[in-house]
């Protein structure tokens, strides 16, 4: 079940698992072309995404100075603002929300869900709200932060609630992307809508409700 999912995410992130892009292009191996100022963009995309607190507000005329790089150093890699913008918040969160394998998917969804909402309390979270709030209007914004940044997460998670169907932790007909939507649904709205208070301890007790009620049904079947 989890391999239909994670074909899905890898073609809804214009990659199909061999290295080769949406556009039928293969990318060349090792590593891109002066990455030092490839990593000097990134930094420079949060620094001032952080400092004007909005996407409108972000040129990339702005990056490409504070980098001290062209222009044209700037598209080489990213065709757009929107693509620059994510994969510069996608790379300083990567290590960090990449999913353990602790043997227990409670623990495993727990402990990432934690760091999710350590980096959305954190300075990063201004550029997480400048995504979603710009890309209620700007339908590329949205999508790029979907295909760049949620669609890899998603992958992993599918990988994980997997592992937990073939240790009989979860029943092995749910529905992943449910299961996925009920356990980040509540962090993204207390992020966004501010109505209660969100600490890492709120991780614990989603899964508690998702997982728990999950683990009891398959208990319960013959």
């Known amino acids: ?38 990593q000097s963009i990134l930094r420079s995309t949060l620094k001032l995404l952080k400092q ?8 990339i005329e702005a990056i490409a100075d504070d980098a001290n790089v062209g222009k044209t150093t700037v598209y080489r890699w990213w065709p757009t603002k929107a693509a620059l913008v994510a994969d510069a918040f996608s790379a ?27 980096i959305f309390r954190s300075r990063r979270g201004k550029v997480v709200a400048a995504l979603l709030a710009g890309g209620q209007s700007d339908p590329e914004l949205i999508e ?22 073939d240790r009989g932790e979860l029943p092995a007909d749910i529905n992943l992307d449910l299961v996925l939507d009920s356990l980040y649904g509540p962090i993204y709205m207390r992020f966004l809508i501010r109505h209660d208070k969100l ?22 079947e013959p």
């Open 92 to 118: 300083s969160a990567d290590e960090e929300l990449r999913f353990p394998n602790t043997g227990s998917v409670k623990s495993d969804m727990s402990l990432q869900m934690r760091r999710l909402i350590r």
């Open 52 to 59: 004007h607190g909005g996407f409108p507000e972000l040129s």
């Open 144 to 165: 790029a932060f979907r295909d760049r940044f949620l669609w890899p997460r998603r992958k992993q998670a599918y990988q994980t609630l997997q592992r937990g169907i």
């Open 199 to 220: 600490d890492e301890s709120f991780a614990d007790e989603i899964c508690g409700l998702v997982l728990n009620g999950l683990k009891r049904r398959s208990h319960l």
């Open 1 to 38: 079940m989890a391999q239909n999912h994670i074909r899905r995410a890898e073609a809804q992130n214009g990659n199909n698992g061999n290295g080769i892009n949406a556009t039928g292009e293969k990318r060349p191996p090792g590593r891109p072309r002066s990455e030092e100022s490839r």
